[in-house]
């Protein structure tokens, strides 16, 4: 079963327990708004097929399929419709992000922490051997209500690295850019840019043995 289908078919079950008349045809316009579409139709044309690609992150939202209910005449209410929402986010039901722009600041987080970078390797190089990196803040180059091409985040963050006597924290900040793939879809983040932003500063290591410091070389 593709992606649509699945969501189209929880949202039913859920709205036509409230509202018996409820046509699956309907649920699929509530759910196009949700993604950005004036019609199912529009939806159909230009970004089903990536919605059941399994785009990395999908900006769903909440009030366009409740406006949209609305103006269809259906009685669904708001805490019908986060029923609905919040039955199509579990991992087993969707396998990507369903978010927000809002949201799509904790994804530029993780890519900083998770992705391999050569400019971060390289600055935690000029201190000692790299470790690992941490996101303090975020902080998004548009408006919450703008959808852009090409979505960029800030990112402020400490790139860890540790000699023979400690280890030590270099603030850095970088720009994370996703591409955008459907109306309201983005995909795989990137890091495009990197700057250091202060001198390193001796890491206060939270360790539950007393704050002992390991050092191991690298062979």
């Not at 769903?60 to 269809?72: M, N, P, S, T, V």
């Not at 790139?159 to 955008?180: D, G, H, L, M, R």
Request: aromatic share 8%; charged share 20%.
């Amino acid at each position: 079963m593709d992606q649509f289908s699945r969501w189209s078919g929880i949202a039913h079950a859920l709205l036509v327990k409230q509202a018996p008349k409820i046509k699956l045809g309907q649920v699929h316009q509530l759910l196009a708004a949700c993604l950005g579409h004036r019609t199912y139709a529009s939806l159909r044309a230009t970004d089903l097929d990536t919605l059941n690609g399994k785009p990395h992150y999908v900006l769903f939202d909440d009030a366009a399929g409740l406006a949209r209910a609305e103006d269809l005449g259906l009685a669904v209410t708001e805490a019908q419709w986060r029923d609905v929402s919040l039955a199509l986010r579990p991992s087993g039901i969707t396998p990507f992000w369903l978010t927000t722009i809002g949201g799509m600041h904790n994804a530029a987080e993780l890519v900083f922490e998770d992705t391999s970078n050569s400019r971060i390797h390289a600055i935690q190089r000029l201190v000692g051997y790299p470790d690992v990196k941490r996101a303090t803040s975020s902080r998004c180059h548009c408006a919450e209500d703008q959808v852009p091409d090409i979505l960029r985040i800030e990112v402020s963050g400490d790139a860890y690295a540790y000699n023979q006597e400690t280890s030590f924290a270099v603030p850095v900040i970088a720009i994370v850019e996703f591409p955008k793939v459907g109306q309201r879809m983005y995909g795989h983040g990137t890091i495009v840019s990197v700057e250091q932003k202060g001198a390193p500063e001796p890491r206060i290591l939270e360790d539950v043995d007393a704050g002992e410091f390991y050092w191991m070389p690298e062979e």
